[in-house]
């Protein structure tokens, strides 16, 4: 079981310290676990939901509209933000390593083939059966289910697919949080209510010595530590190096300026909609469905993605889509909800109710057969989108003025949209209807604001994607890690996490993060037992 802060002495020491049990920290702890170190994960919150400790995620925010209510974005808790993940997963895809010429600071300094092996054996810690590639024929082959009859064309659109994590159930993604209590012990020590404070380097700031972490009443600790990972997310992992200024003014790893900048997330949200009754003629491309394989039955979502070849030509970013039900005002199912739960306006969600006898009886029957999809009444299917941004210096995050309760300033985010992010939202919605067309499936209505050629509307907010804040270059000038997620210029200290990410893709994040902290556990396990540093004695803390 964790142990609280509170209870452990005023001086820690560890080999590995690592700062956040969210699925890069926990990964990374499980990881090393088997590879005699000894391993102390610091986790700012507790088992259960706290209130107090979700303040500490507070920001300030002076760009783009964003969603400053940080519970739905962000937790602070044993497990950290995939508490309340969805389980949406994709890796990137292979265009993505690549250095575009119309997408400025693109190109990971790592390639797809590099990621292969992790992301294999990120599997287990996510749930995800076999296929995890990008290439929607991987899921033909491993379902044996028939490819759709038709393709779209390959020089413009690219079938593809997301398949969802699996906990207990195919509808329930994995909970990081019950994985990593299993898993701890005397060598992977879990403290909960210790929020880190400060990283502590060496004198010349050249190396990491250990950090300084404060329980829920601010009273500070300090760990000694050879190695230490930052896996506090993206906007904290910025946040904590630039707020440890007793050495370096700037902070810690910011010698050249780039902490924090490259803020970015990925734009969501509909482009255009299909008539309810269009579900069952596109339902061979764009489907969600429970899927029985040889390793268990898994949900997997079809869609469409942008073709590299569309992207070249047009200059665009990556994108993928996909639909979502879009549930009309006259929803039974949705009316009985506010009846029992007292927000009801009564008589009208009544004749609602009784409006729909036979959709009722058909949910209940796949809710009790514990399919979990219950039909509703639809006003429409939304054609969603979700495409990468543009790697912007100046979309980052800095420090405000106002500190929290321990004194650390709150991060201030100016996120910027570039004009290339509804450009190619525009562009793919009017190239996608022709698409469609040819194939004889049904053709959707551009959504007001693409047909309008209005900018993004407010409800295209960040999605709890954070990107980019400590990006990998093998060059200090252009990045803040290296290419095994060491800060550059200060040894010992790690990153892990989508603050690395140089550039977003369309995929869902966390897939790539934990493929990424298994390949940082196996640089970690090879340098720690090649003896590479000296533990540094309490004294030189500073
Ligand atoms: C509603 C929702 C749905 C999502 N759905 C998906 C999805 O379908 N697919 C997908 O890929 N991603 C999804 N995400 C995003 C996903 O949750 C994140 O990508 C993932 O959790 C990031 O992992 P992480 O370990 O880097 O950070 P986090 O999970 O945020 O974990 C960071 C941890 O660090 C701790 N911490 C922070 N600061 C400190 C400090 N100073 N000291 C000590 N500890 C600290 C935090 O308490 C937290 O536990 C979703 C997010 C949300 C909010």
């Not at 390593?97 to 190109?107: A, D, F, M, Y």
């Not at 490259?262 to 255009?272: C, S, T």
């Not at 290339?420 to 067309?437: D, G, Q």
Request: hydrophobic residues 45%; glycine residues 10%; neutral net charge.
């Amino acid at each position: 079981m964790p142990t609280s802060l509170r209870d452990l002495p005023a001086d820690l020491s560890a080999d590995v310290c690592i700062i956040g049990s969210g699925p890069a920290g926990a990964t990374l702890a499980r990881e090393l676990a088997g590879h005699r170190l000894d391993i102390l994960l610091l986790e700012s919150g507790g088992l259960e939901y706290d209130p107090a400790a979700e303040t500490l995620n507070e920001i300030e925010s002076v760009g783009a509209p964003r969603i400053l209510d940080q519970t739905i974005i962000r937790n602070r808790g044993l497990g950290g933000t995939a508490r309340i993940w969805t389980g949406r997963c994709t890796p990137l895809d292979d265009i993505d390593h690549e250095t575009r010429p119309w997408v400025c600071h693109s190109g990971w300094p790592i390639g797809p083939e590099t990621l292969k092996p992790f992301l294999a054996r990120a599997r287990p810690y996510l749930g995800l059966a076999a296929p995890v590639r990008e290439d929607a024929d991987d899921l033909w082959a491993y379902t044996g289910l028939p490819a759709p009859p038709t393709r779209p064309d390959p020089a413009l659109f690219l079938p593809c697919f997301w398949q969802f994590s699996r906990g207990r159930h195919p509808a329930e993604p994995v909970r990081i949080r019950d994985a990593l209590l299993a898993d701890s012990g005397h060598k992977l020590r879990i403290v909960t209510d210790a929020t880190v404070t400060r990283l502590i380097p060496n004198r010349e700031a050249r190396a990491i010595a250990g950090v300084e972490a404060a329980t829920p009443e601010s009273r500070r600790h300090r760990i000694r530590a050879r190695l230490v990972v930052l896996a506090a997310g993206g906007i904290e992992n910025a946040r904590l190096l630039l707020a440890s200024r007793d050495v370096c003014a700037a902070g810690l790893g910011n010698a050249r300026g780039l902490v924090g900048r490259f803020l970015m997330d990925h734009v969501r949200g509909g482009i255009a909609v299909f008539r309810p009754r269009d579900a069952g003629r596109l339902a061979p491309h764009f489907a969600t469905r429970l899927v029985r394989g040889p390793e268990g039955t898994h949900l997997f979502s079809q869609g469409w993605r942008l073709s590299p070849a569309l992207q070249a030509r047009e200059g665009l970013l990556n994108g993928a889509f996909w639909l979502s039900e879009l549930v009309s005002p006259q929803d039974p199912w949705s009316a009985l909800k506010r009846l029992a739960s007292g927000l009801s306006t009564g008589l009208a969600d009544a004749a609602r109710i009784a409006a729909h006898p036979v959709l009722l009886a058909r949910g209940l029957w796949s809710s009790l057969g514990g399919s979990g999809a219950v039909p509703r009444r639809l006003a429409g299917l939304e054609l969603n989108a979700m495409i990468e941004q543009v790697p912007d210096p100046e979309s980052r995050v800095t420090l405000a003025e106002r500190c929290d309760r321990h004194g650390v300033p709150l991060p201030r985010l100016d996120w910027r949209i570039d004009p290339a992010e509804p450009r190619t939202l525009r562009i793919a919605a009017e190239r996608i209807r022709p698409v469609l067309s040819a194939l004889g499936l049904p053709v959707p209505a551009l959504a007001d604001w693409v047909r309008a050629g209005d900018a993004l509307p407010p409800d295209f907010a960040d999605v709890s994607h954070h990107i980019g804040t400590t990006r990998m270059a093998a060059d200090p000038a252009r990045g803040v890690v290296d290419l095994d997620g060491q800060v550059h210029g200060v040894e010992g200290l790690y990153v892990a996490g989508s603050s690395v990410f140089p550039t977003g893709g369309h995929a869902n994040p966390t897939l790539t993060i934990v493929a990424l902290a298994i390949r940082l556990a196996d640089h970690l396990a090879a340098s720690a037992s090649r003896g590479r540093r000296e533990a540094l004695s309490i004294a030189e803390l500073g």
